[in-house]
C-alpha cells in the first residue's frame, strides 16, 4: 500500500454552486387568444356595420297619423299586404301570376297585438264596412285608396278603439324572395287547390312552398269560402314563414341570414320612425302567435250587398268583445273569436 505523501498533491476541486431557481414568468396570453380576441371584435364590428346599412335601406312611408287619439295598452302592428306591381317585370308578372293591375290596393290587413296577455293576430277582412274618416262608411281598404297608410291606419283605430304603434307593408317581390331566401316553407294544405289567375296548382298534404307557390297560396280565392279561407291562409302562412325564419337553422346559417335580412328590406315598408330592432320585435311578436298565441278573424256578423258591392260587417258584440281585451292587454276571450 502506498502512503498518501507517496501520491502527490490531491487536485483541489471547488465547491459546485447551485444556482437557486427563477421565479415563474407570468404567463402571456398566446396568439392564438389573441387571434381569437381579434376575431370576435372583427365580427362585432361587422355585425353592428351590417345592421346599420339594413336599417339604412329600409323602406319607410310616413303612416301614422300624426293627431291620433286613441288609447290602449300593449304594443299594436298594422300589417298590411300590398298588391302593388310596381316592383314586378313584366316577365315576374306573367311567371307569378299577379296581373298587371295599375296602382296600389290593400290586399291583406292584419293587426298585431303583444303585451303581457302574449300574442294576437287578428285578420281585418278588406270588404269590412266601416266608417272612414271624411269618406263615410265603406270597405275598409278603400281607406288605403282614399288616402294611403295614415287614412287606413286612422279607419282601423276609430273601428277597433286601439292605437296602432307600428305599422309594416308588404309587396309581392319581396314575399317572394323572403320565402326562398328561407329555403322555401312547410305548410300542411287542407285541400288541392287549382287557381290558373295565381298559377296556382297544389296538391292537399303537408309539403314546403317555395316563394312562387306560396304567392298564389296565400292570394287564391278558389275555394269554397273565398276570402274568408284566403285571410285563415294568409295567417297561418306568414305565422309559418316568420317561424321558419327566426328559427336558429336560418338565424347561424349565413347562407340563409343574409339573404333574408336583403330580402326584408326589400319586402317591408315601415313608418319613418320605425328601425330593423322593430322589424325584430315583430318577428318575436309573430313568433309568439306560433308558441301559443291567438290567432283569428274579426267575428263577422252579415255580408250584405250595399251600394251595388258585397261587403262585410262586423258582429258589433262580439268585436267589441275582442278589441275591448286587446286595449286593456287581457287574453280575448274564446267566445269573442271569429272564424
Same mark, same amino acid.
Given at each position: 500500500?502506498?502512503?498518501?505523501?507517496?501520491?502527490?498533491?490531491?487536485?483541489?476541486?471547488?465547491?459546485?454552486?447551485?444556482?437557486?431557481?427563477?421565479?415563474?414568468?407570468?404567463?402571456?396570453?398566446?396568439?392564438?387568444?389573441?387571434?381569437?380576441?381579434?376575431?370576435?371584435?372583427?365580427?362585432?364590428?361587422?355585425?353592428?356595420?351590417?345592421?346599420?346599412?339594413?336599417?339604412?335601406?329600409?323602406?319607410?312611408?310616413?303612416?301614422?297619423?300624426?293627431?291620433?287619439?286613441?288609447?290602449?295598452? +300593449?304594443?299594436?302592428?298594422?300589417?298590411?299586404?300590398?298588391?302593388s306591381r310596381?316592383?314586378?317585370?313584366?316577365?315576374?308578372?306573367?311567371?307569378?301570376?299577379?296581373?298587371?293591375?295599375? +296602382?296600389?290596393?290593400?290586399?291583406?290587413?292584419?293587426?298585431?297585438?303583444? +303585451?303581457?296577455?302574449?300574442?294576437?293576430?287578428?285578420?281585418?277582412?278588406?270588404?269590412?264596412?266601416?266608417?272612414?274618416?271624411?269618406?263615410?262608411?265603406?270597405?275598409?281598404?278603400?281607406?288605403?285608396?282614399?288616402?294611403?297608410?295614415?287614412?287606413?291606419?286612422?279607419?282601423v283605430?276609430?273601428?277597433?278603439?286601439?292605437h296602432?304603434?307600428?305599422?309594416?307593408?308588404?309587396?309581392? +317581390?319581396?314575399?317572394?324572395?323572403?320565402?326562398?331566401?328561407?329555403?322555401?316553407?312547410?305548410?300542411?294544405?287542407?285541400?288541392?287547390?287549382?287557381?290558373?289567375?295565381?298559377?296556382?296548382?297544389?296538391?292537399?298534404?303537408?309539403?314546403?312552398?317555395?316563394?312562387?307557390?306560396?304567392?298564389?297560396?296565400?292570394?287564391?280565392?278558389?275555394?269554397?269560402?273565398?276570402?274568408?279561407?284566403?285571410?285563415?291562409r294568409?295567417?297561418?302562412?306568414?305565422?309559418?314563414?316568420?317561424?321558419?325564419?327566426?328559427?336558429?337553422?336560418t338565424?347561424?346559417?349565413?347562407?340563409?341570414?343574409?339573404?333574408?335580412?336583403?330580402?326584408?328590406?326589400?319586402?317591408?315598408?315601415?313608418?319613418?320612425?320605425?328601425?330593423?330592432?322593430?322589424?325584430?320585435?315583430?318577428?318575436?311578436?309573430?313568433?309568439?302567435?306560433?308558441?301559443?298565441?291567438?290567432?283569428?278573424?274579426?267575428?263577422?256578423?252579415?255580408?250584405p250587398t250595399?251600394?251595388?258591392?258585397?261587403?262585410?260587417?262586423?258582429?258589433?258584440?262580439?268585436?267589441?268583445?275582442?278589441?275591448?281585451?286587446?286595449?286593456?292587454?287581457e287574453?280575448?276571450?274564446?267566445?269573442?273569436l271569429?272564424?
Open positions: 500500500m502506498v502512503p498518501s505523501s507517496a501520491r502527490g498533491p490531491e487536485t483541489y476541486r471547488p465547491p459546485v454552486r447551485t444556482r437557486p431557481p427563477r421565479p415563474p414568468r407570468p404567463r402571456r396570453p398566446g396568439r392564438r387568444g389573441r387571434r381569437i380576441k381579434i376575431a370576435l371584435a372583427l365580427i362585432l364590428v361587422a355585425l353592428v356595420g351590417w345592421g346599420v346599412y339594413l336599417d339604412q335601406n329600409l323602406n319607410r312611408v310616413s303612416a301614422l297619423p300624426p293627431g291620433s287619439t286613441a288609447e290602449s295598452s +300593449g304594443t299594436n302592428w298594422l300589417i298590411v299586404g300590398s298588391d310596381a316592383d314586378l317585370s313584366a316577365e315576374d308578372e306573367q311567371r307569378l301570376g299577379t296581373g298587371d293591375a295599375a +296602382g296600389q290596393r290593400t290586399d291583406t290587413i292584419m293587426l298585431l297585438h303583444s +303585451g303581457s296577455s302574449g300574442s294576437v293576430l287578428v285578420s281585418l277582412p278588406r270588404d269590412s264596412y266601416v266608417p272612414i274618416p271624411g269618406h263615410g262608411s265603406n270597405k275598409l281598404n278603400a281607406a288605403y285608396a282614399f288616402g294611403g297608410p295614415q287614412l287606413l291606419i286612422s279607419s283605430e276609430a273601428a277597433t278603439g286601439l296602432i304603434d307600428h305599422y309594416a307593408e308588404i309587396g309581392f +317581390g319581396g314575399f317572394v324572395d323572403a320565402v326562398d331566401a328561407v329555403g322555401g316553407v312547410e305548410l300542411c294544405v287542407p285541400t288541392a287547390i287549382t287557381d290558373p289567375k295565381a298559377n296556382l296548382d297544389i296538391q292537399a298534404g303537408c309539403q314546403e312552398l317555395d316563394g312562387q307557390t306560396a304567392l298564389g297560396y296565400v292570394r287564391t280565392r278558389a275555394t269554397a269560402g273565398s276570402d274568408f279561407d284566403r285571410v285563415q294568409q295567417r297561418e302562412f306568414l305565422s309559418a314563414l316568420i317561424a321558419k325564419a327566426t328559427s336558429p337553422a338565424l347561424v346559417n349565413p347562407f340563409r341570414v343574409i339573404p333574408l335580412a336583403d330580402a326584408m328590406t326589400a319586402l317591408v315598408t315601415v313608418d319613418d320612425n320605425d328601425h330593423i330592432w322593430n322589424i325584430a320585435q315583430l318577428g318575436l311578436a309573430m313568433r309568439g302567435v306560433t308558441n301559443g298565441g291567438v290567432a283569428t278573424t274579426t267575428p263577422v256578423g252579415s255580408t250595399i251600394g251595388g258591392q258585397s261587403v262585410v260587417r262586423w258582429d258589433r258584440s262580439r268585436a267589441s268583445a275582442l278589441f275591448g281585451s286587446l286595449q286593456k292587454d287574453t280575448p276571450a274564446e267566445s269573442s271569429g272564424p
